[in-house]
C-alpha cells in the first residue's frame, strides 16, 4: 500500500470583501474556507497560522 497520494487537489478562493486569496490543498480544506467565509461566527481565517516557539 502506497503511502503518497496519486492524485492532488490544489486551488485558490478569492475574499473580495477582504482582498484576499487562500490557497487549499484538499477538498476538505476547501469546503472550510467557503464555509468559514460564509459563517458570520468566525471572524478571520490564518491559511498560514504563526509558528510556535519551544523553549525547554
Request: aromatic share 12%; charged share 25%.
Amino acid at each position: 500500500m502506497s503511502l503518497r497520494s496519486t492524485a492532488s487537489y490544489r486551488g485558490t478562493v478569492a475574499d473580495h470583501a477582504r482582498n484576499r486569496e487562500f490557497v487549499y490543498e484538499s477538498k476538505v480544506e476547501r469546503g472550510f474556507i467557503y464555509i468559514s467565509l460564509a459563517s458570520s461566527l468566525v471572524e478571520d481565517y490564518l491559511d498560514q497560522p504563526p509558528p510556535v516557539e519551544y523553549s525547554d
